[in-house]
Structures are given as structure tokens and as C-alpha cells.
């Protein structure tokens, strides 16, 4: 039997991808995936593979430490004290059962940025010997590019500073979880991807039990705005926000839509 795999990483990182590749080779995802995934777009073309109910999961173990944000990138940071209580917190019924409908359907594929700080919490509850986690980086830089392309930071010195220290955070709380827990995982760079594809499959074949191959990665750099098109398009979407939408609209009707399609992939 296949691992389940748990996919950590900070928002941005590249870990819906991740996800995607175990969603395609089989790994259960959520009950029902049009009611509880997530809809694609064109900042995630590949879809998000994060199952609500473990999303709201994590949030509510948020809210047992006092921290009332549905989230921990967007919003205020959450205190180190606060975060540090999750991994302290007694399971509830509620989450033993979630656990349970996961392994009903094993093997499962867990995705959710805030599994950061909340992967201490979840893993004595899991079944060890059978499950690993996919821990995925990403280059600070790019990561800041995305926060701001998608308008989640403002693009100046300031913004980069916060999406830097937060994702940082964010890297040292899981960090700190798989290292006191000796949770079995690997780690992969979202460059790798691009760089090295034979090793990124290799890792993932031995880490998940499955036979993972080159083309089951799925990745394309249409995407990333380290490339060049990538950063034409963030420049061209930083112009068109100055642009009054009815001059925008105009825009778009007079440009072919085979540019469209080039520049704007996932749209």
C-alpha cells in the first residue's frame, strides 16, 4: 500500500502542485471533490487540493490558542505562543474522526499551508509507520513575487520584508515539528522541478511507495513569474491595475485572444 503524504510548505511554495501530482496517481483527496475542493483559477490553473474540512480543522485549532484569523499569511502574524500551544492542544473527538474518514481511504494526500504550524498536533494521531511528509521550499524572492502578483503584499522594500519574515515563520514552525517529532519526510526545492525532474520523481517514487515518473510531475513554467514572460506578465498586470476598468475592458476586446493565452496562461 501506498504512503499517505502530507504535503507541507508556505503558501506560494508550490505545494499545490505537489498535491496534485498524488491526486492524479490515486491518493484520496476529500469526499466529495466539488463540494469540498476548491476551485481552479488562474493563480492556481492546476486546482488546490486542500479538502475544507481539513482546512477548517486547522483554523479551529487556531482559535483554541486565541488566534481568530482564518488564516496565518494574510493577516496578523500568529504569536509565538500561540503557536506554540498547538502542538499541546488534547485531540478532539471531531478530529479522530476526520483522521479515521482519511484512513478509510488510504492512501490520503493532506495539503494545506497551514499544516506549518499545526503538523505537531495532527501526527500522533496518524498512523506513522505509513504515512511521510512532502516538505516543499521555495526561494523567499519568488514567493514574494507571487504574494504581490496576486495582491496579497504590496510590491515595495516593506512588502518584501513581511512576506520574507512570515514565510520564515512559517518554514521554522515545521521545521521544528518534524525535527522534535522525527517525523519521516524529504524535501524539495520548487526549482527542482524545472532543474532536476529525474530526482524529483525519484524522491517522490521512494517517499510515497508509487511509481512516479517525470511526466506524472505535471509542472510547466508558464506559470512562475521568475521567467521571463513571467515577469513581463506581472508587469503588464502592475500597468493594467492604474488603468481605469472600462479602458481595461476596451483593452481586451482589442488584443487577440491568442495573445491572451500566451501571456495570461491560466486564464
Request: glycine share 4%.
Amino acid at each position: 500500500m501506498p504512503r499517505n503524504i502530507i504535503v507541507v510548505g508556505t503558501p506560494r511554495s508550490g505545494t499545490s502542485l505537489a498535491a496534485s501530482i498524488f491526486a492524479r496517481l490515486g491518493h484520496f483527496v476529500a469526499d466529495d471533490e466539488a463540494a469540498q475542493l476548491r476551485d481552479p483559477d488562474h493563480f492556481n490553473p492546476g486546482g488546490y487540493w486542500e479538502a475544507e474540512p481539513l482546512i477548517e480543522a486547522n483554523v479551529s485549532l487556531f482559535q483554541r490558542v486565541g488566534f481568530e484569523h482564518h488564516n496565518t499569511w494574510i493577516f496578523e502574524p500568529i504569536a509565538a505562543e500561540q503557536a506554540d500551544r498547538i502542538s499541546a492542544l488534547a485531540p478532539v473527538d471531531e478530529h479522530r474522526e476526520l483522521v479515521a474518514r482519511f484512513e478509510s481511504h488510504r492512501p490520503w494526500v493532506w495539503k494545506d499551508p497551514r499544516l506549518c504550524y499545526t503538523l505537531a498536533y495532527w501526527w500522533p494521531l496518524l498512523d506513522h509507520e505509513n504515512t511521510a511528509v512532502l516538505f516543499v521550499r521555495r526561494d523567499p524572492e519568488e514567493t514574494f513575487k507571487s504574494f504581490a502578483r496576486i495582491g496579497w503584499r504590496e510590491s515595495n522594500e516593506a512588502g518584501r520584508k513581511e512576506t520574507y519574515q512570515r514565510m520564515a515563520d512559517h518554514v521554522a514552525a515545521a521545521e521544528n515539528a518534524i525535527r522534535s517529532l522525527d517525523i519521516p519526510h524529504v524535501q524539495i526545492d520548487y526549482s527542482d522541478y524545472r532543474d532536476s525532474p529525474e530526482r524529483v520523481a525519484a524522491v517522490l517514487s521512494e517517499l510515497s511507495g508509487l511509481k512516479v515518473s517525470v511526466a506524472d510531475l505535471g509542472f510547466t513554467d508558464h506559470y512562475s513569474s521568475s521567467t521571463l514572460r513571467g515577469r513581463f506578465r506581472v508587469m503588464v498586470e502592475k500597468s493594467l491595475k492604474t488603468i481605469p476598468l472600462p479602458v481595461r475592458n476596451t483593452i481586451r476586446t482589442l488584443v487577440p485572444k491568442s495573445v491572451l493565452q500566451r501571456l495570461f496562461p491560466g486564464r
